[in-house]
């Protein structure tokens, strides 16, 4: 075995007995998390960011963040977004930020006039910190990773060791849930989402994340797999990530998920010679027989329940009548508020204390697109705008960056279902604004 091969197979190792330590040994989580903060500034400051550490280290706090939501280990709830600030700021510290990123400048200013607004509409016993600060933080912690991103020049490898730093602490996760919920069967019993298998946590964001590790940990198998030790590895753990999405009756991300892995296999199949598309035929056949695999060990773990989930049925085979969950309703409410209220919208944070004057039950939105609509009107919109077409624009610049789309797609779709509870969908969204070369570049490229 190679040394790279064991290099990389003892941080599987070691994520999966973390997982393991973190479950047996519940205080574990917070020493991984404050690790995680403090290091990781050790890091960056003693490499001087001069291989974009800061984005390795920013990736390592995205992965970690649903491992320590779920255990407590994390300083504070929405601490991973200020962490990938933090960590990013460092970055351009060293090595300063895309002078032409006014797009992502613009997407900030936007944003004043409805924090501004929260302040004097808020009800008077909301905590008006939290109330804007849990809205907020996902699309400031966009805005502020795509400066450091923006047109960036790095290599195909580094983005691969990118990915890998987000997918270890899934591995970690994914160990996490076996050992919370060793016997599936014992706890499924009907087609809605499950706390049980999703560590007692929801169930929404625990698959958003299992979701992008089964894509990142398929991708490898594609492109860093060179021997059929690393594919068969690479595989095993895509496998088991999978299952682990699928138990958890959530569909949103495992089908976000699924959508990557297409984006990719079509991008590298239509930009291969003949040689290649050979090759890559092999790839679609194993990948289509793990898929199969995962979906068939589901269904016979499940008793045919995750088969009546994606079929929008209830355990006695009916249907229900909303395929959203009720979310459908929110994402209406916050659409009529909106057109109520379309030059500066409601304000930040408003829309949940609407929602329960008008409907008595106090619900957060599940939808970033309709959430920016109703809090921050017109220019909500100007914003989801100039987030949506800035990434096409770079992708004419730039047609051979595999990842641009499918890094696009987990974002719209992830903020659709997820609003942007996690720091993933913003982190992943400015990572489809780097320049990515097939080949090693010596320097970065800001322009």
């Known amino acids: 075995m190679k040394k790279d091969d064991k290099t990389y197979l003892f941080l599987i190792l070691l994520h999966a007995v973390l997982g393991m330590l973190v479950f047996i040994v519940p205080f574990v989580a917070k020493l991984y998390g404050y690790a995680v903060f403090f290091l990781g500034i050790y890091y960056i400051v003693k490499k001087q960011n001069a291989n974009n550490e800061c984005l390795q280290v920013a990736a390592y706090v995205v992965g970690s963040e649903i491992i320590l939501r779920m255990t407590g280990g994390n300083i504070s709830y929405e601490f991973s977004k200020y962490e990938v600030i933090i960590f990013l700021f460092l970055g351009m510290y060293f090595k300063g930020f895309s002078r032409s990123a006014f797009p992502y400048w613009f997407f900030l200013f936007l944003l004043i006039p409805g924090i501004i607004m929260s302040t004097f509409v808020l009800n008077f016993n909301t905590n008006i910190k939290n109330a804007i600060g849990f809205n907020i933080s996902g699309p400031i912690c966009l805005a502020f990773a795509s400066l450091y991103t923006y047109r960036r020049r790095i290599s195909l490898a580094q983005m691969n060791s990118i990915l890998?730093?987000?997918?270890?602490?899934?591995?970690?996760?994914?160990v996490y849930l076996i050992f919370y919920t060793p016997n599936v069967r014992d706890v499924i019993t009907g087609t809605q989402s499950s706390?049980?298998?999703?560590?007692?946590?929801?169930?929404?964001?625990?698959?958003?994340?299992?979701?992008?590790?089964?894509?990142?940990?398929?991708?490898?198998?594609i492109l860093e797999s060179k021997n059929?030790?690393?594919?068969?590895l690479n595989l095993i753990i895509a496998l088991n990530i999978g299952y682990r999405g699928m138990v958890t009756f959530s569909r949103g991300g495992m089908i976000t998920g699924f959508f990557m892995i297409v984006m990719l296999l079509l991008f590298l199949y239509?930009?291969?010679?003949?040689t290649g598309k050979v090759k890559l035929s092999y790839i679609f056949i194993i990948i289509a027989f793990a898929m199969m695999a995962i979906w068939s060990y589901s269904s016979y773990q499940t008793g045919g329940l995750i088969d009546k989930r994606y079929a929008n049925q209830d355990a006695a085979g009916r249907a229900k009548q909303s395929q959203f969950t009720g979310r459908e309703d929110v994402a209406q409410n916050e659409i009529n508020m909106f057109f109520k209220n379309p030059i500066l919208g409601v304000?930040?944070?408003?829309?949940?204390?609407?929602?329960?004057?008008?409907?008595?039950?106090k619900v957060v939105s599940h939808d970033e697109i309709t959430r920016m609509l109703a809090e921050h009107?017109?220019?909500?919109?100007?914003?989801?705008?100039?987030?949506?077409?800035?990434?096409?624009?770079?992708?004419?610049?730039?047609?051979?960056?595999?990842?641009?789309?499918c890094f696009v797609v987990f974002w719209f779709l992830t903020i659709n279902h997820a609003a942007m509870r996690t720091a993933a969908p913003a982190f992943i969204y400015s990572l489809?604004?780097?320049?990515?070369?097939?080949?090693?570049?010596?320097?970065?490229e800001i322009q």
Do not use: H, W
Request: glycine share 12%; charged share 10%; aromatic share 12%.
């Open 377 to 405: 009107g017109s220019l909500g919109l100007i914003g989801l705008l100039i987030l949506i077409i800035t990434p096409f624009v770079l992708f004419v610049e730039n047609k051979f960056n595999m990842y641009l789309i």
């Open 347 to 361: 304000g930040v944070g408003k829309g949940v204390e609407i929602r329960e004057q008008e409907i008595g039950i």
């Open 195 to 221: 706390f049980e298998t999703s560590g007692g946590f929801g169930p929404n964001q625990v698959a958003t994340f299992l979701g992008l590790g089964m894509f990142i940990f398929f991708s490898r198998i």
């Open 432 to 444: 489809a604004l780097l320049n990515v070369q097939l080949r090693p570049s010596s320097r970065d």
């Open 270 to 274: 239509f930009k291969s010679n003949s």
């Open 164 to 174: 890998l730093c987000v997918g270890l602490p899934i591995v970690s996760c994914t």
């Open 228 to 232: 059929t030790f690393l594919v068969v």
